[in-house]
């Protein structure tokens, strides 16, 4: 919309009335600042097209497949021994930086050691560990959560909303492959089911191809930003549901 020569304020608006999920704060805004900086330096990067979902793969993949509480029973790991700390130090070992908040608005990169206990009260984090505490918005401005100071992907989240957890179930299932395991599956405590993939070490075309296949089976590809939120894996959401674990694998072990 910023090539088509919308003013900001239309653009801003357009996305506010049509976005399909919550909006982090600036997000809109900072995208804009991003985009017109990079027309004018003439560095603008060409965009990654992600495939549309197609229906007819989708229905194929979902009819008849393992749901919920098949993903639930399929879990390696005892899901009623592990909580937040425990899914985060399987996840993060070592002592490394996270990214995590209550909400997009509150938020903060500590250690994981200065995280500990607090975890099953946050219902964000960044899904790859931080290379520093703060780094600068594309506004320029200094925070804790930003793309300059998220470090390299450690696990790709895919998360699909679109049809019934049982279907969402299905289609991280499908995705669970020789290609990079299904690591951790969580209930976002609404409507959709994010499904975290490992991938440190991949390169650019690795990492794009794989998500070209979660999307075309419907997945959301905001979860692509490599800074983006995702739930925490047993946190709690603002309204106070939990957001259950219904599976992690033993491949990390």
Same mark, same amino acid.
């Given at each position: ?48 097209? $992600?495939? /549309? ?13 393992? =749901?919920?509480? +098949? ?34 608005? !509150? ?9 500990? =206990?607090?975890? =099953? ?10 290379? %520093? ?9 200094? +925070? ?8 390299? /992907? ?9 049809? !019934? *957890?049982?279907? *969402? ?24 089911? *994010? ?20 999307? %075309? ?5 905001? !979860? $692509? ?5 995702? /739930? ?7 309204? =106070? ?13």
């Amino acid at each position: 919309m910023v090539d088509a020569d919308k003013s900001d304020d239309e653009i801003v608006e357009y996305c506010a009335e049509h976005c399909t999920r919550a909006l982090q704060p600036n997000e809109v805004e900072n995208a804009i600042i991003s985009r017109r900086g990079m027309l004018q330096r003439g560095t603008a990067a060409p965009k990654v097209r $992600w495939p /549309r979902p197609n229906p007819q793969l989708v229905r194929q993949i979902t009819y008849d497949s393992p =749901g919920v509480a +098949s993903l639930f029973k399929f879990s390696p790991m005892p899901l009623e021994e592990y909580d937040s700390e425990k899914i985060i130090d399987y996840l993060f070992p070592d002592n490394p930086l996270l990214c995590c908040g209550v909400s997009s608005h !509150t938020f903060a990169t500590r250690s994981r050691e200065e995280w500990r =206990g607090k975890l =099953g009260n946050m219902q964000l984090i960044v899904p790859s560990p931080m290379n %520093a505490k703060y780094g600068k918005t594309q506004a320029g401005k200094r +925070s804790m959560h930003t793309l300059e100071n998220t470090g390299p /992907r450690t696990y790709l989240v895919v998360e699909f909303d679109e049809g !019934t *957890h049982d279907d *969402h179930a299905a289609l991280l299932w499908h995705l669970n492959s020789g290609v990079t395991p299904l690591i951790c599956a969580v209930m976002s405590g609404n409507k959709s089911l *994010h499904g975290w993939f490992k991938v440190d070490g991949w390169d650019d075309e690795m990492l794009t191809n794989f998500f070209k296949q979660a999307t %075309a089976i419907g997945a959301d590809p905001a !979860t $692509w930003t490599k800074s983006q939120f995702v /739930r925490m894996p047993n946190g709690t959401r603002n309204c =106070g549901t939990r957001q259950a674990t219904i599976y992690l694998t033993d491949k990390l072990l």
